[in-house]
Antibody, heavy 121, light 112 residues
Framework: QVQLVESGGGVVQPGRSLRLSCAASGFTFRNYVMHWVRQAPGKGLEWVAVISSDGKNKYHADSVKGRFTISRDNSKSMLFVQMNSLRAEDTAVYYC??????????????WGQGTLVTVSS | QSALTQPPSASGSPGQSVTISCTGTSSDVGRYNYVSWYQQHPGKAPKLMIYGVTKRPSGVPDRFSGSKSGNTASLTVSGLQAEDEADYYCTSYAGSNNPHVLFGGGTKLTVL
């Protein structure tokens, strides 16, 4: 069965950096587009970034562009997001999500349990 | 990248039908048939309920249906059941030069 397990969350001061990881299993990771989606406490969902199956194409939401970078290691079935210059408004549960299709469908059929990032001094 | 517009709340009695709207623009919902809907129970990860405007993933009851007209997509839940009480979010693909996904603000569905 498909499993996505995020890690790396925690409390970090404004302006600092954090790297989140997502360990994937139960499917051929290298064949699928992957996404990060976040949810601020008590708020709605927000798409953060997407990466192609081969890692060559990456797109980020305007709200994180220039500060966050999505990446992947297909040899280890791992997805990452490097978050720099963190702000209070980045406080959220961060989910990694598998794309529904193998060529990128922009739908998310499997989600991890999420990891909480709190940006606070 | 503005969020799609959903009503904050909706409600219905068991057995009734309820429809949740999702309004975007001609650059997202109105332009692409890449609309999806997610159900999220408290403390849980979202679950894909509808994709491609009208399609249901395997395992999703046919009580859930989707549609679109112009810049507005809709999710209809028929034969409401207690377990349908949850938050529902719509999404739409938006942008070819700057690919991204927009989420709606979410609708809290209450089964009375």
């Amino acid at each position: 069965q498909v499993q996505l397990v995020e890690s790396g969350g925690g409390v970090v001061q404004p302006g600092r950096s954090l790297r989140l990881s997502c360990a994937a299993s139960g499917f051929t990771f290298r064949n699928y587009v992957m996404h990060w989606v976040r949810q601020a406490p008590g708020k709605g969902l927000e798409w953060v970034a997407v990466i192609s199956s081969d890692g060559k194409n990456k797109y980020h939401a305007d709200s994180v562009k220039g500060r966050f970078t999505i990446s992947r290691d297909n040899s280890k079935s791992m997805l990452f997001v490097q978050m720099n210059s963190l702000r209070a408004e980045d406080t959220a549960v961060y989910y990694c999500a598998k794309d529904f299709g193998d060529s990128g469908s922009w739908y998310f059929d499997y989600w991890g349990q999420g990891t909480l990032v709190t940006v606070s001094s | 990248q503005s969020a799609l517009t959903q009503p904050p709340s909706a409600s219905g009695s068991p057995g009734q039908s309820v429809t949740i709207s999702c309004t975007g623009t001609s650059s997202d919902v109105g332009r692409y048939n890449y609309v999806s809907w997610y159900q999220q129970h408290p403390g849980k990860a979202p679950k894909l309920m509808i994709y491609g405007v009208t399609k249901r993933p395997s395992g999703v009851p046919d009580r859930f249906s989707g549609s679109k007209s112009g810049n507005t997509a809709s999710l209809t839940v028929s034969g409401l059941q207690a377990e349908d009480e949850a938050d529902y979010y719509c999404t739409s693909y938006a942008g070819s030069n700057n690919p991204h996904v927009l989420f709606g603000g979410g609708t809290k569905l209450t089964v009375l």
